[in-house]
């Protein structure tokens, strides 16, 4: 089992940069795949980045590639977001999870955060 706790959320103009990350517990965090997520008012959870476990291969949304970069670093149990050029559409509250097979599907991932809010502003 692991816990994970998102930080780095806040309030940025568009155009600008944040990076969350997401600290997680226990000794088995370099067994899982991480995955961020991001869910706007009103809107259902969407996938936005997923990174392997040791490869390090990632996959990305679409509306997100070119301005999102996931990276972990396995020996401080943590993954990060990097976004720059934000957009007021990326406004939402966003969630790193854990999944034991690389997937892009909600369903797929068996831990998660609490959410950390990102607000972009125009």
């Known amino acids: 089992q692991v816990q994970l706790v998102e930080s780095g959320g806040g309030l940025v103009q568009a155009g600008g940069s944040l990076r969350l990350s997401c600290a997680a517990s226990?000794?088995?965090?370099?067994?899982?795949?991480m995955g961020w997520f991001r869910q706007a008012p009103g809107k259902e959870r969407e996938f936005v980045a997923a990174?392997?476990?040791?490869?390090?291969?990632?996959d990305y949304a679409d509306s997100v590639k070119g301005r999102f970069t996931i990276s972990r670093d396995n020996n401080k149990n943590t993954v990060y977001l990097q976004m720059n050029s934000l957009k007021p559409e990326d406004t939402a509250v966003y969630y790193c999870a854990a999944a034991t097979r690389m997937t892009m599907e909600v369903s797929g991932y068996d831990y998660w955060g609490q959410g950390t809010q990102v607000t972009v502003s125009s």
């Open positions: 226990g000794r088995t965090f370099s067994t899982y795949y």
């Open positions: 990174i392997s476990r040791y490869i390090y291969n990632s």
